[in-house]
């Protein structure tokens, strides 16, 4: 597709659940990243991938949650016993890769955990 | 500890007239700005960026101004239209470690008014 894809787009579990959400980057990206946006806040930084590697996973706040992207292309967020306060919206982007380079966002995953 | 700063959480303007959006930031490594562009339900959408090498880029009726010593930058709407009524987030890179993430303000939401 032409634009970065986020699967799905909606998601509502229950707590202590495990989600996985899930990114398609523009092709021939090389970089991927994962944010969340909390309501009335901006985009926070979790992870960044260039190819299949995570080079930065500073932002991940806890053990609970994991990001792979074992080909390099499609990447897979994944947090474990979810909690109310992991509902948010979940972005992806992905840039060529070299510095200066816009990222590109894709539409996001609203998770919602009850 | 909040490194990119938008202290006007709301904007509004005329059709017609010059929206003024301004963004301060602490951190002097920063070496990248951008603004993006949100509508409600969709991610951020790439509007325009500046090298902390310049001070001025234009593109069409969006201009962003950068004061490096005052740590400041402004993005600049001129005539502004109805159309551009969305949230504006101002983010900054800092290249380092072999990461590019951004730190994103908390926004600002801008109406134009017909």
């Known amino acids: 597709g032409a634009g970065v894809s986020q699967t799905p787009s909606n998601k509502v579990t229950e707590k202590g659940k495990y989600v996985e959400l899930r990114c398609d980057p523009i092709?021939?990206?090389?970089?991927l990243y994962w944010y969340r946006q909390s309501l009335g806040q901006g985009p926070e930084f979790l992870i960044y991938?260039?190819?299949?590697?995570?080079?930065?996973d500073s932002g991940l706040p806890n053990d609970r949650f994991f990001a792979v992207r074992p080909e390099g292309s499609v990447s897979t967020l994944k947090i474990q016993r979810t909690e109310r306060g992991d509902s948010a919206v979940y972005l992806c982007?992905?840039?060529?890769?070299?510095?200066?380079?816009?990222?590109?966002f894709g539409p996001g995953t609203r998770l919602t955990v009850l | 500890d909040q490194q990119v700063k938008q202290n006007s959480p709301s904007l509004s303007v005329q059709e017609g007239r010059i929206s003024i959006l301004n963004c301060d930031y602490t951190?002097?490594?920063?070496?990248?700005f951008l603004w993006y562009k949100k509508y409600p339900a969709e991610g951020p959408t790439f509007l325009i960026s500046?090298?902390?090498?310049?001070d001025k880029n234009e593109d069409g009726r969006f201009t962003v101004f950068l004061n490096k010593s005052a740590k400041h930058l402004s993005l600049h709407i001129v005539p502004s239209q109805p159309g551009d009524s969305a949230v504006y987030f101002c983010?900054?890179?800092?290249?380092?470690?072999?990461?590019?993430?951004?730190?994103f303000g908390k926004g600002t939401k801008l109406t134009v008014n017909p």
């Open positions: 982007a992905s840039s060529r890769g070299s510095a200066y380079n816009e990222q590109f």
């Open positions: 092709s021939g990206h090389t970089a």
């Open positions: 991938f260039q190819g299949t590697g995570a080079a930065d």
């Open positions: 951190n002097s490594m920063f070496d990248y």
């Open positions: 500046i090298s902390s090498i310049k």
């Open positions: 983010a900054a890179s800092l290249a380092q470690g072999g990461s590019e993430k951004l730190v």
